[in-house]
């Protein structure tokens, strides 16, 4: 069974930067495709970023392009995501994801395993 581990998330400024990172266990890595997503208060979980098995393909949502950074360490078993230039409206509980397929994660189709989630909030 795959288990996903969050860390990182915490209380920043707006402007400021955070880097989630997210410890798999359980299966093969470099076989599973990552994401994060994030649900605030009140709205529907949404994709953030996604990352393919080997790294070499990755997906934003057009808020977060140009801030965020997903990647991922395949020696570490370990997804990461680098964000800059945070705003108030990135407070959310933000979740790591892995699925063996790469559409399933960035369309947020039946994703086969989840993390406990790790709290961002930005103040302004």
């Known amino acids: 069974q795959v288990q996903l581990v969050e860390s990182g998330g915490g209380l920043v400024q707006a402007g400021g930067s955070l880097r989630l990172s997210c410890a798999f266990s359980?299966?093969?890595?470099?076989?599973?495709?990552m994401g994060w997503y994030r649900q605030a208060p009140g709205k529907e979980r949404e994709v953030v970023a996604a990352?393919?098995?080997?790294?070499?393909?990755?997906n934003y949502a057009d808020s977060v392009k140009g801030r965020f950074t997903i990647s991922r360490d395949n020696g570490k078993n370990t997804v990461y995501l680098e964000m800059n230039s945070l705003k108030s409206e990135d407070t959310a509980v933000y979740y790591c994801?892995?699925?063996?397929?790469?559409?399933?994660?960035?369309?947020?189709?039946?994703?086969?395993?989840w993390g406990q989630g790790t709290q961002v909030t930005v103040s302004s």
């Open positions: 994801a892995a699925d063996m397929s790469y559409v399933a994660v960035v369309r947020h189709e039946l994703v086969a395993y």
């Open positions: 359980g299966r093969t890595f470099s076989s599973y495709a």
């Open positions: 990352i393919s098995q080997s790294g070499g393909t990755t």
